[in-house]
């Protein structure tokens, strides 16, 4: 079985441009989560999704945005890229949003 | 201050040499995840502690869970150089109607040969 796959591995952005980044959970998980891990640091939640509803939020602008599709998977917007969004951005997903959640590979962006 | 704080912060053992990570909590912990992650790569679910006193083990990896629920550590045996990365600790945090981790910074763990 595919794990959580995420789309692309490696973006480079200019400041102030827009970024669309995508997650596609395990199959029969509903749940999808999306964190923020910049350089020495830990990961941080941004949103979680379940049955396409936002279940919860982070402490990110409202320049972050994401949504999730029937199929489940999930896009990620930040809008206005600044240089400290340069990070790996991760998805996990999970069958119901509570435990057991498995984390995909990440999207590594760069800001220049 | 940070929510969960892990120690060391970075550690250096010699290969076949034990160690041990701690991650203690300013909150009850809910429940308490270990993962794994090399540089710049996704992370690897290690294991899963939700009782107090629980403890669990994988291959060389044990992890416990204190039984007041604010501490957790990990254990590694006789360490190899696959065992080098960060290792994470998650706590479990309600949210309205489901969960979300809120993670350390990570230790990382390098391995000498």
């Known amino acids: 079985d595919a794990g959580v796959t995420q789309s692309p591995t490696h973006l480079i952005k200019t400041r102030g441009q827009h970024v669309t980044l995508r997650c596609s959970p395990i199959?029969?998980?509903?749940?999808v989560s999306w964190y923020q891990q910049v350089l020495g640091q830990g990961p941080q939640f941004i949103f979680q999704?379940?049955?396409?509803?936002?279940?919860g939020r982070g402490n990110f602008p409202d320049r972050f945005s994401a949504r999730q599709f029937p199929n489940y998977s999930s896009e990620l917007n930040v809008n206005a890229l600044l240089l400290g969004d340069s990070a790996l951005y991760l998805c996990?997903?999970?069958?119901?949003?509570?435990?057991?959640?498995?984390f995909g590979s990440g999207t590594r962006l760069t800001v220049v | 201050s940070q929510e969960l704080e892990q120690s060391p912060q970075s550690l250096i053992v010699q290969e076949g040499k034990n160690l041990t990570i701690n991650c203690t909590s300013s909150?009850?912990?809910?429940?308490l995840y270990w993962y794994k992650q090399k540089y710049g790569e996704g992370l690897i679910f290690l294991m899963m502690?939700?009782?107090?006193?629980e403890e669990k083990s994988h291959e060389k990896i044990t992890a416990k869970l204190d039984e007041k629920k604010q501490q957790s550590s990990l254990h590694i045996t006789a360490s190899q150089p696959s065992h080098a990365g960060i290792y994470l600790c998650g706590a479990v945090r309600l949210m309205n109607r489901d969960d979300k981790i809120i993670f350390g910074k990570g230790t990382r763990l390098h391995i000498l040969p």
């Open positions: 199959s029969g998980h509903k749940s």
């Open positions: 909150k009850t912990l809910y429940g």
């Open positions: 502690l939700q009782k107090g006193g």
């Open positions: 996990a997903s999970s069958k119901t949003g509570d435990y057991g959640y498995t």
């Open positions: 999704y379940y049955e396409k509803e936002e279940r």
